[in-house]
């Protein structure tokens, strides 16, 4: 979100207000509309409300044309009168971020400030998005907590100062906070985050001074860390890792005999961007037997995928590729894992004939994540590592029948699902299960497999799935992690005590939807704040897990929640976690296919370029993940065309060549 602060005053000015000068000044109009490019604005301040120009504004806003960008206005609570609120819904406002000086009747009438509750209540009775921004005074930290659990599951911006709100004379100011108070306070509730949209340099605390914080909730601080020279606003700052990071400088917030006991952060991987397990390129020597064509997925040397429990066996997952590999039903892993279907795999792909193999809408055959340039030795045991190296070895050579095992098998053992989300025919169908043999199949497997995916259904609601896990000992399997692809309903605290040996990979928390209502409307399961809470329950899991894991939330792109992307950026932005994006499947759904609705893609291709502007500004790192979701919705548009036409004048089938 680009913020522009279009009025930096508030009237009257708040005592205690470190954000606006002494002599307010407003931004001409031009300066706002030199960025109606950008996916989201946030009109700042000061009170934006009062920016001269917003009426004209805002009637221009109105009668653009899509795509526009989203806008959010800044202004504390008292601002935000019914009228005030009333107006921008009509306008075409997104939402409000409310600034909040007090909680409560009668603190905020003793403050003369405005009481935030109705202002959020008349919002949302107007369908206008709310954030909101603690602003923290040292008599008003009491608001903190239960201001946090009222906006639960909004993300709450803390802005401390050590200016007393209640006092302009330093000898009645309240004492200055302390930073383990602080600490305690930003403990208690997930959703509290420091920022620093307002000065980069102050209104919160450094690490190094909460170090509890640090190791328990350390994307507390994501918002505030900037690449810059390296921070000396303490001696101790050239001994800090993170210091060409931390922009803190504001001591005033610190007591003095705090200041003089930093922890310094030693580690200098980030917490959210630390490395699973270190990798190594694959030898030269195996890369020179490497033949023309380029195997751009190499899912057919690594990967078994028993995701239906009628045991059909494939090479990736079920609604991206053609065909069986073979059944789990009626052969044991390792005879399909060499029988017909996985040599003829193994065989298309060499060739790069993938539309024999692959439908248009894996989004894998865009970004190329899973190619063989890309494929890479991770460390581990000796067994571990030199099947991976036999692997790479009969790969490079396209051999159709391997002596390598398989790197990553998932299943999924039982349909059951607690939900029934519109996209998914788990939670109305038959139950189906896999035999329980399977179990005793798997063990052969767990001491060269990078990764066992378990999925469903719900996995977690499955009686076998839960016995593997309280059965796995991490000292036996060493190198195999345990991914899950859940909903995130049962990620409570019994279901993570029985994790505690199970070496987890990555939990994939699938969503699908940025808001409540939305949520509500697509997954039909458990309230979206519910999930959320558990998720933050699976953060807090990690920073005592015996080993880091990442956390995914997904989103299948369909017409029924592509407007919500940005909120769900928003909730993985704020937490530190990854993003997949994935095409809607419609096979046995005739009415969510959109793909034949030209407006229909076009709205899900708008909503999905809106997002990844959005990308772009705040998380790089996921614009790979948008693109190759959007090329997946566009690729199987035109794939639907030209079914409806003579074969003949079919597209190719070799998909690749066109989109790299």
Same mark, same amino acid.
């Given at each position: 979100? @680009?913020?522009?602060?279009?009025?930096?005053?508030?009237?009257?000015?708040?005592?205690?207000?470190?954000?606006?000068?002494?002599?307010?000044?407003?931004?001409?109009?031009?300066?706002?509309?030199?960025?109606?490019?950008?996916?989201?604005?946030?009109?700042?301040?000061?009170?934006?409300?009062?920016?001269?120009? !917003?009426?004209?504004? @805002?009637?221009?806003?109105?009668?653009?044309?899509?795509?526009?960008?989203?806008?959010?206005?800044?202004?504390? *609570?008292?601002?935000?009168?019914?009228?005030?609120?009333?107006?921008?819904?009509?306008?075409?406002?997104? %939402?409000?971020?409310?600034? &909040?000086?007090?909680?409560?009747?009668?603190?905020?009438? *003793?403050?003369?400030?405005?009481?935030?509750?109705?202002?959020?209540?008349?919002?949302?009775?107007?369908? @206008?998005?709310?954030?909101?921004?603690?602003?923290?005074?040292?008599?008003? @930290?009491?608001?903190?907590?239960?201001?946090?659990?009222?906006?639960?599951?909004?993300?709450?911006?803390?802005?401390?100062?050590?200016?007393?709100?209640?006092?302009?004379?330093?000898?009645?100011?309240?004492? &200055? /906070?302390?930073?383990?108070?602080?600490?305690?306070?930003?403990?208690?509730?997930?959703?509290?985050?420091?920022?620093?949209?307002?000065?980069?340099?102050?209104?919160?605390?450094?690490?190094?001074?909460?170090?509890?914080?640090?190791?328990?909730?350390?994307?507390?601080?994501?918002?505030?860390?900037?690449?810059?020279?390296?921070?000396?606003?303490?001696?101790?700052?050239?001994?800090?890792?993170?210091?060409?990071?931390?922009?803190?400088?504001?001591?005033?917030?610190?007591?003095?005999?705090?200041?003089? *006991?930093? /922890?310094?952060?030693?580690?200098?991987?980030?917490?959210?961007?630390?490395?699973?397990?270190?990798?190594?390129?694959?030898?030269?020597?195996?890369?020179?037997?490497?033949?023309?064509?380029?195997?751009?997925?190499?899912?057919?040397?690594?990967?078994?995928?028993?995701?239906?429990?009628?045991?059909?066996?494939?090479?990736?997952?079920?609604?991206?590729?053609?065909?069986?590999?073979?059944?789990?039903?009626?052969?044991?892993?390792?005879?399909?894992?060499?029988?017909?279907?996985?040599?003829?795999?193994?065989?298309?792909?060499?060739?790069?004939?993938?539309?024999?193999?692959?439908?248009?809408?894996?989004?894998?055959?865009?970004?190329?994540?899973?190619?063989?340039?890309?494929?890479?030795?991770?460390?581990?045991?000796?067994?571990?590592?030199?099947?991976?190296?036999?692997?790479?070895?009969?790969?490079?050579?396209?051999?159709?029948?391997?002596?390598?095992?398989?790197?990553? &098998?998932?299943?999924?053992?039982?349909?059951?699902?607690?939900?029934?989300?519109?996209?998914?025919?788990?939670?109305?169908?038959?139950?189906?299960?896999?035999?329980?043999?399977?179990?005793?199949?798997?063990?052969?497997?767990? +001491?060269?497999?990078?990764?066992?995916?378990?999925?469903?259904?719900?996995?977690?609601?499955?009686?076998?799935?839960?016995?593997?896990?309280?059965?796995?000992?991490?000292?036996?399997?060493? #190198?195999?992690?345990? #991914?899950?692809?859940?909903?995130?309903?049962?990620?409570?605290?019994?279901?993570?005590?029985?994790?505690?040996?199970?070496?987890?990979?990555?939990?994939?928390?699938?969503?699908?939807?940025?808001?409540?209502?939305?949520?509500?409307?697509?997954?039909?399961? =458990?309230?979206?704040?519910?999930?959320?809470?558990? =998720?933050?329950?699976?953060?807090?899991?990690?920073? $005592?897990?015996?080993?880091?894991?990442?956390?995914?939330?997904?989103?299948?792109?369909?017409?029924?929640?592509?407007?919500?992307? /940005?909120?769900?950026?928003?909730?993985?932005?704020?937490?530190?976690?990854?993003?997949?994006?994935?095409?809607?499947?419609?096979?046995?759904?005739? %009415?969510?296919?959109?793909?034949?609705?030209?407006?229909?893609?076009?709205?899900?291709? $708008?909503?999905?370029?809106?997002?990844?502007?959005?990308?772009?500004?705040?998380?790089?790192?996921?614009?790979?993940?948008?693109?190759?979701?959007?090329?997946?919705? !566009?690729?199987?548009?035109?794939?639907?065309?030209?079914?409806?036409?003579? +074969?003949?004048?079919?597209?190719? +089938?070799?998909?690749?060549?066109?989109?790299?």
């Amino acid at each position: 979100m @680009l913020r522009i602060p279009v009025n930096t005053g508030c009237v009257p000015r708040c005592p205690g207000c470190f954000a606006c000068p002494a002599e307010p000044r407003e931004f001409a109009l031009d300066n706002v509309l030199a960025h109606l490019d950008a996916p989201e604005i946030l009109l700042g301040g000061g009170d934006s409300t009062r920016w001269r120009k !917003l009426p004209e504004f @805002l009637k221009g806003y109105r009668s653009m044309g899509d795509p526009k960008p989203r806008l959010w206005l800044e202004a504390p *609570a008292k601002a935000f009168t019914p009228q005030v609120l009333s107006i921008l819904k009509t306008h075409g406002v997104t %939402g409000i971020l409310i600034q &909040i000086e007090g909680w409560g009747d009668a603190f905020c009438k *003793a403050l003369g400030v405005g009481e935030p509750t109705r202002v959020i209540a008349n919002a949302e009775s107007l369908d @206008l998005q709310i954030q909101a921004r603690l602003c923290i005074r040292p008599s008003t @930290l009491k608001i903190v907590e239960p201001a946090a659990k009222a906006l639960l599951p909004k993300t709450v911006w803390v802005e401390f100062s050590a200016n007393d709100f209640a006092s302009k004379s330093p000898e009645t100011q309240s004492p &200055i /906070i302390s930073a383990q108070a602080l600490q305690k306070v930003m403990l208690k509730s997930a959703n509290l985050h420091f920022t620093a949209h307002r000065q980069s340099d102050r209104g919160y605390l450094p690490p190094c001074l909460m170090p509890d914080l640090w190791q328990s909730r350390p994307v507390a601080w994501r918002t505030t860390f900037r690449e810059h020279k390296p921070n000396t606003a303490l001696q101790e700052c050239g001994k800090c890792a993170i210091a060409s990071l931390c922009q803190w400088n504001d001591k005033t917030l610190a007591q003095a005999e705090e200041l003089k *006991a930093p /922890i310094p952060i030693t580690d200098p991987h980030l917490p959210w961007e630390k490395p699973r397990s270190t990798e190594q390129q694959v030898p030269e020597a195996i890369i020179k037997k490497r033949r023309d064509p380029e195997v751009i997925c190499v899912t057919p040397w690594t990967t078994m995928e028993i995701v239906d429990p009628d045991g059909r066996v494939r090479q990736c997952c079920s609604t991206w590729t053609k065909g069986d590999r073979g059944n789990a039903q009626k052969a044991l892993l390792s005879e399909v894992w060499n029988g017909e279907g996985y040599q003829f795999a193994r065989r298309v792909m060499a060739q790069k004939t993938v539309g024999d193999l692959c439908e248009p809408i894996c989004s894998r055959l865009y970004d190329h994540k899973f190619s063989e340039k890309a494929f890479r030795i991770q460390s581990g045991s000796n067994a571990f590592v030199q099947n991976q190296l036999l692997l790479a070895d009969e790969m490079a050579q396209k051999k159709e029948i391997i002596r390598a095992k398989p790197l990553k &098998i998932a299943i999924c053992p039982s349909t059951y699902c607690n939900y029934n989300c519109i996209m998914c025919d788990h939670g109305r169908s038959p139950r189906r299960e896999l035999p329980e043999s399977i179990w005793g199949e798997l063990e052969g497997y767990l +001491p060269t497999l990078s990764s066992l995916t378990l999925l469903g259904g719900e996995p977690l609601a499955n009686p076998l799935a839960m016995k593997f896990l309280r059965n796995f000992d991490v000292a036996k399997f060493p #190198d195999c992690q345990v #991914d899950l692809v859940t909903n995130g309903s049962l990620l409570t605290d019994s279901t993570l005590k029985h994790l505690k040996k199970v070496t987890l990979g990555d939990v994939t928390v699938s969503l699908n939807a940025g808001t409540p209502d939305v949520y509500e409307r697509v997954q039909r399961g =458990i309230a979206l704040r519910e999930v959320i809470a558990n =998720i933050d329950r699976l953060i807090e899991h990690r920073r $005592s897990h015996h080993r880091y894991f990442g956390i995914t939330v997904s989103f299948v792109l369909q017409p029924a929640a592509s407007h919500t992307l /940005i909120e769900f950026g928003e909730i993985a932005r704020t937490r530190g976690l990854r993003i997949r994006l994935m095409a809607l499947n419609p096979e046995n759904h005739e %009415g969510l296919d959109f793909y034949e609705d030209n407006s229909l893609v076009a709205k899900v291709l $708008s909503d999905t370029d809106r997002f990844l502007a959005y990308c772009k500004q705040v998380r790089p790192e996921w614009v790979s993940e948008v693109v190759a979701g959007r090329a997946a919705v !566009l690729e199987e548009a035109a794939h639907r065309k030209t079914r409806q036409l003579p +074969p003949e004048v079919k597209r190719l +089938p070799i998909i690749m060549e066109r989109s790299q």
